[in-house]
């Protein structure tokens, strides 16, 4: 089946502007995490949603970023006012939880976002 | 949370083997260690996963000891393929957030 698909792959924007990046998980998978990496960093936890329950947003890094989830499904990040240093790639995955233990992520591909 | 400290670099050469420690002090008793493998521009994959005492797939080891406040990941007769960035991650994924470590850059040589 579909992997995790992220949308735009490649975004360039203007200091200031607004953005919208989109994840759509795998299927029936009830966790969805948002991860920021900058150019060979690590990893770095933004937001978590796990099915209907109020999302951690621990990680988001000011209130320009928010991020929504749409019926269990689909969601957005959203950095308003982008600034240079919001220049990363974007990374979603999704968990099944569908079992006992604990499960893996699965990852997409990112969206990288380049402010100008 | 757990935090994890692994070592930032390795070397090898091919048709090695390589053991990746991680150290994870305070994990807890729900939480699973799941190694997952990064390459460049690419989101990151999972490798190998256990609890406790050792597992072993088509791919690599994982070793837990009985205090599991460590983990070593194993890779056998490593291939140029495998230069990548390595993340040790504690938690229990799908029911917590997830904070991933610095990650283990390897670099196999010839």
């Known amino acids: 089946g579909a992997g995790v698909s992220q949308s735009p792959s490649n975004k360039v924007t203007e200091k200031g502007k607004d953005v919208e990046l989109r994840c759509d998980p795998i299927s029936g998978h009830t966790a969805l995490y948002w991860y920021r990496q900058s150019l060979g960093q690590g990893l770095e936890f933004l937001i978590y949603?796990?099915?209907?329950?109020?999302?951690?947003k621990s990680g988001l890094p000011s209130d320009r970023f928010s991020a929504e989830r749409t019926g269990g499904s689909v969601s957005t990040l959203t950095i308003q006012r982008t600034q240079q240093e919001d220049s990363a790639v974007y990374l979603c995955?999704?968990?099944?939880?569908?079992?006992?233990?604990?499960?893996?992520?699965?990852f997409g591909e990112g969206s990288r976002l380049t402010v100008l | 949370l757990a935090k994890t400290t692994q070592p930032i670099s390795m070397d090898s050469y091919e048709g090695q083997e390589v053991n990746i420690t991680c150290s994870h002090n305070n994990i807890a008793t729900n939480d699973y260690i799941t190694w997952y493998q990064q390459f460049p521009s690419q989101g990151p994959r999972f490798i190998i996963q256990?609890?406790?005492t050792k597992v072993t797939n088509e791919v690599a080891s994982l070793f837990i000891p009985a205090d599991r406040k460590s983990s070593t990941l194993s890779l056998p007769r490593v291939s140029l393929s495998d230069t990548a960035v390595y993340y040790c991650?504690?938690?229990?994924?799908?029911?917590?957030?997830?904070?991933f470590g610095t990650g283990t850059r390897l670099l196999v040589s010839p």
């Open positions: 991650l504690v938690g229990d994924t799908g029911f917590q957030k997830l904070v």
């Open positions: 995955a999704s968990s099944p939880r569908d079992r006992g233990g604990s499960g893996e992520l699965f």
């Open positions: 949603f796990q099915g209907n329950s109020a999302p951690d």
């Open positions: 256990g609890y406790k």
